[in-house]
Nanobody, 128 residues
Framework: QVQLVESGGGSVPAGGSMRLSCVAS?????????VGWFRQAPGKEREFVAT????????AYATSAKGRFTISRDNTKNTVFLQMNSLKPEDTAVYFC????????????????????WGQGTQVTISS
């Protein structure tokens, strides 16, 4: 059974940094698999943050994340990270990781329906 478990959330003041981790079990990512991070703030819809193509390391970011967040992966540990710097109160949300084990070729990876499995989420709170 595929499982994704996020960790690393918490509360930091604005301007601080945080690193989230997502550990996958139950399957091994293929070259054209992808793992993405999404977030959902209170009262808002879930939105795309960043994604990485497993085998090649190609990344894509939401405009709000560019220049501040970095997605990376550790192939040996089946783990994806989201390093978040210069955090703002508007980054407060529950952050979810999601995996797509089918080929990403031709897919729009900012769309949550493209992902097959989801973690339970980790709360990130940024105080002003």
């Amino acid at each position: 059974q595929v499982q994704l478990v996020e960790s690393g959330g918490g509360s930091v003041p604005a301007g601080g940094s945080m690193r989230l981790s997502c550990v996958a079990s139950g399957h091994t990512f293929g070259t054209l698999s992808a793992v993405g991070w999404f977030r959902q703030a209170p009262g808002k819809e879930r939105e795309f943050v960043a994604t990485i193509i497993w085998g090649y390391g190609n990344t894509a970011y939401a405009t709000s994340a560019k220049g501040r967040f970095t997605i990376s992966r550790d192939n040996t540990k089946n783990t994806v990270f989201l390093q978040m710097n210069s955090l703002k109160p508007e980054d407060t949300a529950v952050y979810f990781c999601a995996s797509r084990i089918r080929s990403v070729s031709g897919r729009s990876l900012h769309v949550e329906e493209e992902y097959d499995y989801w973690g339970q989420g980790t709360q990130v709170t940024i105080s002003s």
